[in-house]
């Protein structure tokens, strides 16, 4: 190739034995799987570049985490309720009658080489895989990525958040010390509000009066067993999904609704997750190398009738805890002379209320819009201010349900009293999504506006300008088309009108939708059009 | 100056006495020597523990008299001229010099001001001016005194004082010891670095929310054994590494989302940042 005008002839150069033996390989394998067509098709999947599409992956890889870390405690543990005295090396638990399940917990901790390290990976990898779970599911909501056709893998997503939840708190539940027993005691308390049904079912899960001896074995298997098993399968189907809807992007120049514009998996994307994976793997290691995690040991073991001082359930199960500690007391009536503990049934019913609304939102929204069509860019949440604003009220609901859950430790570290933060964060859970809603609203609002203003009239540059006639003028820099396009690409919304249907009547549901619509999208700023934007410039 | 020249003068008689080397040498020397040193030692001791007990009856009722001046002077405000208590503060007769020695030695009273609680403040008296004060309550009527110091030598049963910690101080306290909230802005404090024998006096007296374990309910040794389970986890910090105030789930959980989650969204930032 040294000049550009010779005839370029493929050189027959005689495969060296590694090449050879891969293709062969390569060969063999295809031959007998038809494999080259999914990695045909999955290395050309295209990943856009933007930091926001990268939390599911956080989840995903904290999830392989968790997975190994898991199987090596899984060696260690052991979940049977045998009663032994501890002979450990712990000095304040020595002669202390135990379970064998808290024993062979404190063994990992203290006996076995690495042991405690394992479990800080997997336990603060468990609160990562939870935490990256729900800024994903907030990215996704915010950018109304679960728009047709990715409504089912929301759901399976909304599956995946529940079903690590339920793992996260099975895995709390197991080392059978005094935290975790407390945790299972609350559980048993909400199981028991359960009108008629309550009692019936407490027993048939703790195979007796709590807290008995059947709970933590069963516990561990649905923990090891059944639920990841019903996760990876999840999982599965999710990133199935994930490439069968292909990514949803960023409004960009040359991002279309019918493309997507970033770098394919093989090999580029290929390299930057598998780098990806092992700094996340990394940051969860140095972050367990360094911080305790749940210090089993100041525990002891359980007993039914200590409960210390900050006794709080992980984090994601905060905002359970949080309700129960947020509902007024005295709800409860006797009816025939059974209690009915609505102080409890509140709680319980309002936080499902609140879950199968997160699940089934892409579906009421598809609804009220109307829009049967595919989406794949991704909005930005100003533009589509009521949605933006309602998950605002979201997070605001369930950020006062959380913060309700350390309310002991906002009262002693900010020096206020424990009734008075219960009667704030009463207020903000019950009054805060309200004004969160309207407050979002209108600076969505306020934000698109200014938008607008900036396509049409560029920005402000600061440089001020005198003219002849001793006139003042600040100077206004127009945008690139790149940068207008980004701020003049959405999609306007209308309120449906109210039609009638095939016989002539206009029904209750099509009323229920029209105001519904009219709520969502009453309020709206048009983006700029072409011949706005033309008529600007003169 | 007048120690200088004594031992300029002992050094001076150790060259002459050189000279006399057969006294010194002498067999019986050393026995005689033993003798007179155990006579003066012995007599000494003697003399010094007569005058000692004298002393101890005129010092308590100096001390009893001296107590009663600085409680007029520091405390009689809120509890009375004779400490049977006014509106402002409660009654302190049956007490007990312990009480007194837990509310002045930690610095709680003389409060600065009326709240929820008295607040831990430095230490407004010496150490003798809170025994005065003490011995001048303990005069009023009997009540719990400051404990020897086997019962709070922290030498007990770690294991066992652990459990009864869980048992009776955990709800409020915490099991770390990291302190808790109580209603109306009141809270039970953190357990770190107080000392031993206000952790006893607090046990005996139950100040302000606490409740009273007496020795029927928690024996001196017990209250013993709970020093040393506190002794134990303030020597032997967290084998996992920082604890984040052992406060449990709640810092856990705080730290994943600031530091885990906030430190990998950077990551994710720079990972798909533009190369300029």
Known sequence: ?538 | MSKRIETDRTMHSTSPASTRRAGRRHPLAAASLLVVGLLATGGAYALATTSATAETTTASAQLVEEGGKLFAANCATCHGLQAAGTAAGPSLIGVGALAVDFQVGTGRMPAAASGPQAEVKPVQFTQEQIDAMGAWVAELAPGPAVPPERYVSGDGDAALGAQLFRINCAMCHNVAGAGGALTQGKYAPSLAGVDPVHVYGAMATGPQNMPVFNDLNLTPEEKNDIITYLKYLEQNPSVGGFDLGALGPVSEGLFIWIFGLGGLVAVTIWLTAKSN
């Open chain 1, 1 to 538: 190739m040294s000049t550009a005008t010779e005839p370029v002839t493929p050189v027959a150069v005689a495969p060296s034995r590694g090449m050879r033996l891969t293709g062969w390989a390569a060969n063999y394998i295809d031959e007998r799987t038809s494999a080259s067509t999914a990695v045909k098709a999955l290395g050309r999947k295209i990943f856009p570049d933007h930091w926001s599409f990268m939390l599911g992956e956080v989840a995903l890889y904290s999830f392989v985490v968790i997975l190994l870390s898991g199987t090596f405690l899984t060696f260690f543990f052991d979940p049977s309720m045998t009663e032994v005295e501890y002979e450990g090396s712990y000095v304040p638990l020595q002669g202390i009658p135990m379970s064998v399940a808290y024993q062979s917990s404190l063994d990992i901790s203290f006996e076995v080489r690495g042991g405690l390290l394992m479990r800080q990976v997997h336990h603060w990898a468990a609160l990562l895989f939870l935490a990256a779970i729900g800024l994903h599911m907030m990215r996704v909501f915010f950018t109304g990525a679960f728009r047709k056709p990715r409504e089912l893998n929301w759901v399976i997503g909304f599956l995946l958040f529940v079903l690590a939840m339920a793992l996260g708190f099975t895995g709390y539940s197991l080392p059978d010390d005094l935290l975790s027993g407390n945790g299972l005691r609350i559980i048993d308390g909400m199981i028991k509000a359960v009108p008629l049904a309550g009692a019936w079912i407490s027993y048939l899960l703790f195979g007796n009066e709590f807290p008995g001896t059947d709970i933590i074995p069963r516990l561990y298997v649905l923990h090891i067993l059944l639920l990841p098993a019903i996760l990876v399968a999840l999982i599965g189907a999710h990133m199935v999904l994930l490439i069968v809807n292909k990514h949803t992007q960023f409004a960009g120049p040359g991002n279309t609704n019918d493309n997507v514009v970033g770098a394919p998996v093989m090999p580029v994307f290929a390299a930057k997750a598998g780098g990806f994976f092992f700094l996340v793997f990394g940051v969860i290691v140095l972050i367990a190398s360094l911080f305790t995690i749940n210090p089993i040991w100041n525990y002891g073991p359980y007993d039914p009738s200590p409960v210390s001082a900050g006794t709080q359930p992980d984090w994601y199960i905060g905002f359970a805890d949080g309700a129960l500690r947020l509902i007024p007391p005295g709800l409860e009536i006797v009816v025939f002379g059974y209690t009915v503990s609505f102080n409890v049934l509140i709680p319980l019913v309002g936080l499902l209320v609140f879950l199968a609304a997160a699940a089934l939102y892409p579906f009421l929204e598809a609804w009220v819009t109307g829009d049967k069509r595919e989406h794949h860019i991704a909005e930005r949440p100003r533009n589509n201010p009521t949605r933006t604003a309602i998950g605002a009220a979201g997070v605001t609901f369930y950020s006062g349900l959380w913060a309700a859950a350390s309310s002991d430790l906002i009262a002693t570290h900010f020096r206020l009293s424990i009734e008075g933060v219960i009667g704030a964060l009463q207020f903000v859970t019950v009054a805060g999504p309200f004004i969160a809603y309207f407050i979002t609203k209108r600076v969505c609002l306020a934000l698109m506006r200014r938008d607008r203003e900036i396509a049409l009239h560029g920005y402000e540059s600061g440089r001020i300008v005198r003219l002849p006639g001793g006139e003042y003028i600040e100077v206004h820099e127009q945008l690139d088309d790149y940068e207008r396009w980004k701020l003049v690409s959405f999609e306007e919304y209308q309120p449906i009108m109210i039609r009638p249907d095939s016989r002539g009547r206009i029904t209750a549901r099509q009323r229920m939708r029209a105001r519904l619509s009219r709520w969502f999208f009453e309020d709206r700023i048009s983006p700029v059009t072409q011949r706005e934007l033309e008529s600007q410039r003169h």
